[in-house]
Nanobody
Framework: QVQLVESGGGSVQAGGSLRLSCAAS????????MGWFRQAPGKEREGVMV????????YYADSVKGRFTISQDNAKKTLYLQMNSLKPEDTAMYYC???????????????????WGQGTQVTVSS
């Protein structure tokens, strides 16, 4: 059974940093496109940043370019999202997601990801 468990959310002021973690269990990790989505109140869930674990290829939203980075610890089957220079508009529930496929041009579509964590709240105050 595949499980994704997130941790690391919290509240920070604008300009601050947070690091999210997503620990994966099951056989998904090495074959996965895995990463982070977020959903703010009243908005649709959107792709933030993902990585194809096997190749290390990353994909990200323009809104986080230069501020967020994704990294992996394959021994721990854990993915990290380092978020720097946080803005109030980054406030959302952040979800770890995975699919057993490459990432490619559809990486941002949450409907194509079958495995989800429970979410962790990130709140950025101005």
């Amino acid at each position: 059974q595949v499980q994704l468990v997130e941790s690391g959310g919290g509240s920070v002021q604008a300009g601050g940093s947070l690091r999210l973690s997503c620990a994966a269990s099951g056989y998904i990790y090495s074959s996965a496109c895995m990463g982070w989505f977020r959903q703010a109140p009243g908005k649709e869930r959107e792709g933030v940043m993902v990585i194809y674990i096997r190749a290390g290829t990353t994909y990200y939203a323009d809104s986080v370019k230069g501020r967020f980075t994704i990294s992996q610890d394959n021994a721990k089957k854990t993915l990290y999202l380092q978020m720097n220079s946080l803005k109030p508009e980054d406030t959302a529930m952040y979800y770890c997601a995975a699919r057993i496929a490459t990432c490619g041009g559809t990486w941002y579509n949450p409907n194509l990801f079958g495995y989800w964590g429970q979410g962790t709240q990130v709140t950025v105050s101005s």
